[in-house]
């Protein structure tokens, strides 16, 4: 074999997605960037087109994730958009399955207008009684067990505090907040979590006057 066959092949070798070694996991947060994200209200997404539609763990065709993939009928919300994928969630209709979260292409989804909790009437009480919950294991410095009772609190009210008037960055604050949660400044997450549903809650008060 000649030397420029022998440079071709290296070339071809060096090129190829699979062989250089694609981090998938870097991708994944690359594309998990604030700038990347996708509201809550307006998340709903059904498939388009025929067939499968190939999970992702990363934005690129060479994460692959064998034997995962949904059909055109299951209902995904989009998270995140990144150089033409979409980190979509998807929950099985199996009891006791998990959601499950993963890239596809874009191209094979369409908006639908629906948002994570569509038609949702949440239980202010509840939802209050939670912040409260989060607040005295915040003052207890119980940070982590805060975090879970505000996120169960955030998880309770969904998107029904929205509407087209008002100006809301509390998606952004709380990817900021799961930010210093992974840093371990749990002091600082657990407040932050803890003061977006309690506004988020005095939001959907005031919309249902």
């Known amino acids: 074999m000649n030397r420029n ?3 071709f ?31 809550d209200f307006g998340s709903g997404r059904d498939i388009v087109g025929k067939g499968r539609v190939q999970f992702y763990s990363g934005p690129h065709e060479s994460c692959k994730m ?24 998807f929950i ?12 596809v292409f874009s191209h094979r989804l369409k908006e639908n207008g629906r948002g994570i909790v ?9 939802v209050a009684a939670l912040i409260k919950r989060g607040e005295s294991a915040i003052a207890q410095r119980k ?22 008037d008002i100006v809301d960055d509390s998606d952004m604050k709380l990817i900021a907040a ?3 949660r992974r840093d371990g400044k749990l002091d600082n997450a657990a407040t932050m979590y803890c003061r977006i549903v309690a506004n988020r809650l005095h939001l959907y008060k005031r919309k249902l006057q």
């Open 92 to 103: 099985p209709m199996k009891k006791g399955d998990r959601e499950v979260t993963a890239w």
């Open 5 to 7: 066959r022998l440079l």
């Open 178 to 180: 799961g930010a210093l």
């Open 143 to 164: 940070f982590e067990s805060a975090i879970e009772t505000c996120q169960t609190g955030l998880d309770a009210l969904g998107d029904a505090y929205w509407s087209k």
């Open 9 to 39: 092949l290296a070339l071809m070798l060096l090129s190829s997605p699979v062989l250089a070694g694609v981090d998938c996991d870097k991708l994944n947060e690359a594309g998990e960037d604030v700038s990347n994200y996708v509201p």
């Open 66 to 89: 064998d034997g995962w993939f949904v059909v055109p009928g299951d209902a995904l919300f989009a998270k995140f958009t990144y150089q033409g994928f979409t980190e979509v969630s």
């Open 118 to 126: 569509p038609g949702h009437s949440p239980d202010i009480e509840e």
